[in-house]
């Protein structure tokens, strides 16, 4: 039970419980928490990231149908087919800000799929990306923390769709009106502020973030004084700015320039480069609606003259092509077209030397789980003076990295490495594979029905193993130009992991 509330706020704290019940709301509350402290890390966040989206099917379907919308894809050259290459290409920012806001439709639509809710995700997001586009005046350091406080900054209001519809049409047929949102509080028991506060409490966001989704002061803003009013300032801006991308013509001329009048100063900003981020926005949304499957049934904002995006354009299920072909095991029918797609994204995105070390090998291990349709996958390095196994990376396990000791000359993790042989297990069950294989197999990994293994050795060196497995038998096997290609893969990761030498 949420007990931060005043007691007499019933409703507030029937919203605030509802988070905490059925299977979805809390779930939400974790997952957010869990990028936004992805973001905040200074070490291997863009991995991170990555291995957080691979993790969840639906969410890595989204960010890749971001990537191969029209107006990204035009910048790849070719379709985009990893995260890895979809953070590239998209910015690690839009890509966190994107996955939150994926994360909160899914979750609140198993609750509420109403016109309401969507209309309150739309705006959240487009606040978010007003603040994004706002790069030539201000750094992207400056704008990140901005950025989710603005797509956090109607929580409250998100809540109250959810929870207490009529409640919400009363506070959205009046904006503004001070008597509705004092109706709105006595019903509440709080502000919806506050609540908003209270959710982001609970969600354990920064608190830097919560106090920037606060309204700033009324009237004209001057240069703020300290951070946290700027935060506030351009949260406020943000938000204030979301009607103008909503409509087009007359009304949305005059939200511009009351914003432009309020905010000017304080982020020097005026009516021209006010009107091209209006611009820049609307196309932005259309773009992500798109690829993430919240289609439009209305035309491109550039194409209409008076059009209201709001009613039909929000959340509408997107028209699915068809689905990648696999065998029983998982493996796709076309793993060779996958991995050679997932190798050209590779050379066209070759990351820069000085970027950590985990951000250019996740790339790799991402081709071979996606183009092979592996469960999970990991690197596991070799310990030769400790005789152990060392996890340190994968990619589909919520397992954290771990250490196991080496059990005996007769595993066959161990036969892969000495001989550096490929291999691969079609079924852990078969009599003649299921005796060489490592207790501890079993242990962390009870339902593991085929697998591959590929060794990682240069120059003599034996450095450890790719360790990859579904939970299904696999008796197709690979191909030879698989293996050939699968094998350039690790030829590239080795050259990473033993730089100066040649494949």
Not at 201 to 226: D, F, M, N, R, Y
Not at 350 to 369: F, H, K, Q, T
Not at 487 to 492: F, T
Request: net charge neutral; charged share 20%.
């Amino acid at each position: 039970m949420i007990t931060t509330l005043h007691a007499s706020a019933h409703r507030a704290e029937a919203i605030l419980n509802s988070l905490e019940s059925g299977e979805a709301l809390p779930a939400l509350g974790t997952a957010i928490s869990q990028v936004i402290a992805i973001a905040s890390s200074s070490d291997d966040s863009v991995s991170e990231l990555t291995r957080f989206i691979l993790a969840d099917a639906g969410l890595t379907q989204k960010i890749l149908g971001i990537a191969n919308t029209v107006e990204y894809r035009s910048r790849a050259g070719s379709q985009v087919t990893t995260i890895s290459r979809s953070v590239m290409l998209l910015g690690f920012d839009l890509v966190k800000t994107s996955a939150m806001a994926i994360l909160m439709a899914e979750k609140l639509r198993s609750v509420s799929a109403s016109e309401a809710v969507r209309g309150q995700l739309l705006q959240a997001l487009c606040a978010s990306l007003v603040v994004r586009n706002m790069t030539a005046r201000f750094s992207p350091q400056q704008l990140e923390e901005a950025a989710v406080a603005a797509l956090f900054r109607n929580t409250g209001s998100l809540l109250i769709a959810v929870f207490e519809p009529a409640l919400h049409t009363l506070l959205q047929s009046r904006p503004g009106d001070p008597a509705v949102r004092q109706q709105a509080e006595d019903l509440l028991g709080v502000s919806v502020e506050r609540l908003t506060v209270s959710v982001l409490q609970h969600w354990k966001i920064p608190e830097l973030i919560i106090q920037a989704t606060q309204p700033c002061t009324s009237g004209v803003q001057a240069k703020a004084a300290s951070r946290s009013e700027w935060l506030r300032q351009m949260v406020t801006f943000a938000t204030e700015l979301v009607p103008a991308i909503m409509v087009q013509g007359t009304a949305s001329q005059k939200v511009q320039s009351d914003c432009c009048k309020r905010f000017s100063a304080a982020l020097d900003i005026n009516d021209a480069a006010l009107h091209k981020l209006v611009q820049n926005v609307q196309h932005e949304i259309h773009a992500l609606m798109t690829g993430l499957g919240w289609q439009s049934n209305t035309t491109h904002p550039a194409d209409t003259g008076h059009t209201h995006l709001g009613d039909d354009f929000l959340l509408q299920p997107a028209r699915t092509a068809g689905s990648v072909q696999h065998y029983p095991s998982g493996k796709p029918f076309a793993a060779r077209q996958l991995l050679l797609a997932g190798l050209q994204e590779l050379r066209n995105s070759a990351s820069s030397a000085v970027s950590p070390l985990n951000d250019r090998i996740i790339p790799m291990l991402e081709v071979l789980y996606s183009a092979l349709g592996f469960r999970t996958i990991s690197l596991l390095l070799y310990d030769h003076s400790n005789q152990r196994w060392i996890s340190v990376m994968s990619i589909g396990s919520a397992m954290p990295e771990w250490r196991q000791p080496i059990s005996g000359s007769n595993d066959i993790f161990v036969l892969a490495l000495q001989k550096n042989l490929d291999i691969v297990v079609a079924d852990t069950l078969d009599s003649r594979i299921s005796d060489r294989l490592p207790e501890w197999l079993g242990q962390r990994y009870p339902d593991t029905r085929s697998m591959l293994l590929m060794p990682l050795v240069r120059a003599e060196k034996r450095f450890g193993l790719i360790f990859a497995e579904r939970e299904r038998s696999a008796g197709e096997g690979y191909t030879a130009d698989e293996s050939e290609l699968m094998n350039m893969l690790r030829q590239r990761m080795l050259q990473l992991l033993v730089p100066g030498t040649d494949t």
